[in-house]
Every structure is written in C-alpha cells, then in structure tokens.
C-alpha cells in the first residue's frame, strides 16, 4: 500500500489556513520503527506517529485545541468545533520542553539570532510589550510574532524563544521605522518602500532604515 505520508514541510506558513490532516501527514510528525511479527524472523518497518500532547481550552481566549509536538518544537492550534489551522507555534530549544524546532525559520531567521536580528530586518511595530514580562513583538500585517527570553527592550542580545504564525489581518499602515503612518499616493501605492516589502512614512525613513537594514528579499 501505498504510503499517505508526504515529503517534508517546505515553509511551514503555507498551512494557516488549510485543514490540520494536510499538515499531519507531513514526514516530520512520523518515525520509523521496526517490528518482528509473530512467525517471522525479520523485523518489518512500520511508520507511526510521533508523540503529541492534546489540551483543550475551555474558557479565555483562544478557545479550541492545541496540538503539541514537543520533540519536534511546535504547537498548532485550531479552534474550537474546527480543523482549521489558525496559528502554528515553534518553539526553541528548551523551551517549555520543547526540543529546538528544526523547520526553516522565515525572513531568513535562525535560532541563534536575538531580538536586534528581528528588527532589523522586519522593523518596528507598535504592537509590542516587556519591562513586567517578556519582550514580544507581532507584525500583524506579515502574520508573525516573536517572543523573547528577557525582560529589557534594551537587551540587544535577547534571545528568541518562540515564533507563532498565522494569517496577516492587515496592510501595514505604520512606518517600520518611525511608526508615523505610511506614505501612500492617492490611489493608494505606497511611496517608500523597501524590495522586501517593509513601507516607510517617507523616503529619509527608508534611508535610514536601510544603513542597519538586513534585507529578506530574494
């Protein structure tokens, strides 16, 4: 028989969105074991699936179920009386014993980078928090949040903890660098903007943005 498990995920944002069977099919949530069978004297290989834990909300926000693949550093949750995918959660290493997620990251991201590698090459935004908790930061309008190990805002080497993506639920409308509003022309065409698709309130914006900027394009 011919197996149902697809190759590999090749960038994990192409599932928001899509059933979560589409997504559970693919080879990382599945291992090889090896099988002696009453009567026989080889060993056969079976695929079966990875561990997973399951946790409903019941009550707050969001209300649905969270899939958790610990050993491959992801969650992913769908909400409540649905199969679709509304966010997918990865997670680095040791983190709420979470192993390191071994997906491609996006905009070029790896788990070594710290919170200055993020601004640096998606921006600003100014929905973002610290000081109390951790630092956070989410671009709703490229459907990514980062978490962030400290504290400080001023702690330029704060480590990533977690990612979650999800669907934009905007344009951007703030400037990536200052937050004053977007430049736009009349009829709606942003009028600086950077080959990776960060929009700035005016071309000095971008200028500046630019000496520091690393580029995701390409």
Request: neutral net charge; aromatic residues 10%; proline residues 4%.
């Amino acid at each position: 028989m011919e197996s149902s498990i697809k190759p590999n995920i090749k960038d994990i944002k192409d599932y928001i969105g899509r059933d979560i069977q589409d997504l559970l099919r693919a080879s990382i949530f599945f291992k090889i074991i090896k099988k002696r069978k009453e009567g026989k004297k080889e060993e056969e290989e079976e695929e079966v699936m990875i561990d997973q834990d399951v946790y409903q909300t019941k009550s707050g926000s969001p209300m649905g179920t969270f899939r958790n693949f610990r050993s491959k550093g992801l969650s992913v949750f769908t909400p409540q009386n649905s199969d679709i995918i509304e966010f997918i959660t990865l997670y680095n290493e040791d983190i709420e014993s979470y192993r390191m997620c071994p997906l491609k990251l996006p905009y070029k991201l790896e788990w070594k980078h710290k919170n200055q590698d993020v601004v640096r090459r998606l921006g600003d935004s100014k929905n973002k928090g610290g000081g109390s908790i951790p630092v956070w930061i989410n671009f709703e309008h490229m459907g990514i949040s980062f978490q962030f190990l400290n504290n400080d805002w001023a702690d330029s080497a704060n480590p990533i903890t977690h990612i979650t993506i999800f669907n934009p639920s905007k344009q951007q409308t703030d400037c990536s660098l200052c937050l004053r509003p977007v430049a736009k022309a009349k009829d709606g065409t942003v009028l600086a903007q950077c080959l990776c698709g960060l929009s700035f309130c005016s071309s000095a914006c971008l200028d500046d943005f630019k000496q520091y900027h690393l580029c995701t394009f390409g």
